[in-house]
């Protein structure tokens, strides 16, 4: 029983560890290289795979902490990003039980679909209300860019998620 709570608790705290070095990668260090025009949407990516990996319940948890911290970093209406992240990861979650697991296919398809969800989110809730409707800027400048550096990083961040997931079952 100590030995099933040590490991439900170092899961917990691995997830939380993994979110916050995801945020500081995103956040700090991808800006500051100068010939990116966009940088991989780390958290997006997380959220998607532990609702894909775990299930809706950590899905929209995880959801719920990577939107908090998105909202505690960029200025505007608070709760913008929790509500988009936990969305995606209450999905994604969805369709936890009908996947196999070890296949890339599917958080491929599901990065580049989540990207395109959020970009048009973030783009209606920050451009579009704002009366800036130049979308083929947006679209090829931002949204782009953000979407390929994505599905990039999702091969490598979802296989790095599969193992942990295949580690923290086997505790």
Do not use: W
Not at 61 to 79: A, H, K, N, V
Not at 81 to 103: A, D, M, P, Q, W
Request: aromatic share 20%; net charge positive; glycine share 6%.
């Amino acid at each position: 029983m100590i030995k099933m709570r040590f490991g439900k608790l170092s899961r917990i705290l691995i997830h939380i560890l993994i979110i916050f070095v995801a945020f500081f990668i995103q956040t700090s260090i991808f800006p500051l290289i100068p010939f990116f025009s966009s940088s991989p949407n780390f958290l997006l990516i997380i959220t998607f795979s532990y609702g894909l990996l775990y299930g809706e319940d950590i899905g929209i948890i995880t959801g719920i902490f990577c939107g908090f911290l998105c909202d505690m970093y960029f200025s505007g209406e608070f709760g913008l990003y929790i509500l988009i992240y936990s969305v995606i990861g209450f999905t994604n979650g969805l369709l936890n039980k009908s996947f196999f697991e070890n296949s890339i296919t599917l958080p491929m398809i599901l990065s580049f679909t989540n990207g395109l969800i959020y970009n048009f989110y973030i783009y209606i809730t920050h451009f579009l209300i704002r009366r800036k409707f130049d979308i083929p800027y947006y679209v090829f400048n931002i949204m782009v860019p953000s979407i390929l550096f994505t599905l990039i990083a999702t091969v490598l961040i979802y296989k790095l998620l599969y193992r942990l997931n295949i580690i923290h079952k086997s505790i």
